[in-house]
């Protein structure tokens, strides 16, 4: 079957190779004509494991291609994805949907058949009847055009799993046995046969469910966060509540990491757009819970620049401290509303000497913050420092020996935020370490 996914980001792209993986046929489009030249070349922009593999077998094998023609798209096939950015507005009041819109604008003109548009990008609730609107008005195939929401549950890390062997599938449609319905289960054939849940909903039950779920588990990630603070208080040890906690199944050990909280491209927007999209829609009430979420979250950033004073003093002019960690999680090099880097430039803006360190988030996080110094090997970030801060909780960290590094750092002082370090180890090499969730 032919299709293209309009906008090759982490996403997308995944979602374009992984249909070819399918075996069908993919033209990707994206307007970035930097990325479209690397992805033609079989090779993301950006670093997702296992993804490489699959661009370079399917752009050699012809079945994967990519463009930034909306016309070449157009008239390449009659199912389209369209995965294109949502990003929050820069004032913080919910979704900036010109992406979306844009990319919609400039393929509606090409589609002269009867084709199917499956919006796979998160959006506020209402969205759907606004893009069929645009598409029936300026598409010449007018109503023949049918709109499709498709929500992704992707995790960045795991996002090729993830796209081939998903939990569910969401299907929304704007009317009951579409043939935009049939046109999916033929796009989604090689996944609903390995007996995936697939749900065919409406609309706005599916737009929802993206946005509730990411909602849910920023929650989830806040409630453990928020008992992190009563530890903090009590003399409990969060990350063994956490462990405790997650022994019922109903709560589970998933997502209760107690820690620095979360960041990234989606958790941190998706709740915010959600708690505007609510108040919009008159149910402000609804999301109270989700605003605390959102407090706790701030709060835990806050809590490791006070931990960081604490152990330094208030004014950090001439203090160098050392960050683990640039990613918003590990294995991505996705620096979008990163904790760890949020931490670093508050500390450097408060004076402090900050050299970060991450195995694959470094140019992207040399982009962003030009101020912060970095260094490939942590061990070479940790040099001199007055403190050390483990940010973003990559495998390898925990498999330094903090004997390395006693006598090469100024003081042998460190604040685990992630909680993944061996305290005994550490204290033995003769470290005082502190971790968030302890008192
Ligand atoms: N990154 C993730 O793990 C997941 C993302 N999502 C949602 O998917 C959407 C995309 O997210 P990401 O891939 O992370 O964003 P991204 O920023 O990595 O990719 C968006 C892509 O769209 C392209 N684009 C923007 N305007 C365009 C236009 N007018 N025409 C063609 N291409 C255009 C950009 O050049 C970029 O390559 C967002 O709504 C996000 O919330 C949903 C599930 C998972
Ligand atoms: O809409 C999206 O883009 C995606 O957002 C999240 O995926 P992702 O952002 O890739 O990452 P997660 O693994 O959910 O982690 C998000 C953040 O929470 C933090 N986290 C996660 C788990 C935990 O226990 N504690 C914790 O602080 C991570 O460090 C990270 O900063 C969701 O998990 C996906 O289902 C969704 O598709």
Redesign the pocket.
Known sequence: MKMTV???????ATHAACMAELGHEVLG????ID?VRSLSTGRAPFYERGLNDLLARHTASGRLRFTTSYQEAADFADLHFV????PQRPDGSGYDLS?LF??LT?LAPGLTRPAVIAV???VPVGTAPRVAGLLHEHAPAGKGIEVAWNP?????SR?VEDTLRPDRLVLGFGTPHSWAETVLREAFAGIIETGVPTIVTDWATAELAKGAANSFLATKISFINAMAEICEKSGADAAGLAGILGHDIRIGHQGMLPGLGFGG??LPK?LRGFIDRAGELGAGQAVGILREADAVNARRRQRVIDLAREELGDDLRGKRIAVWGAAFKPGTDDIRDSPALAVAQSLYDLGAAVTVSDPRALDNARKLHPRLDYAEDPVAAARNCDLLLHLTEWPQYADIDPERLTGRVSTPKAIDARGTLDLVRWQDAGWHIRTLGRA
């Open positions: 309009v906008g090759c980001g982490y996403l997308g489009m994206d307007c970035d990325k995965g294109v950015g949502t992406h844009d990319a400039g796979k990008s998160t992704d549950f992707l995790r960045e996002a491209g989606c998706d």
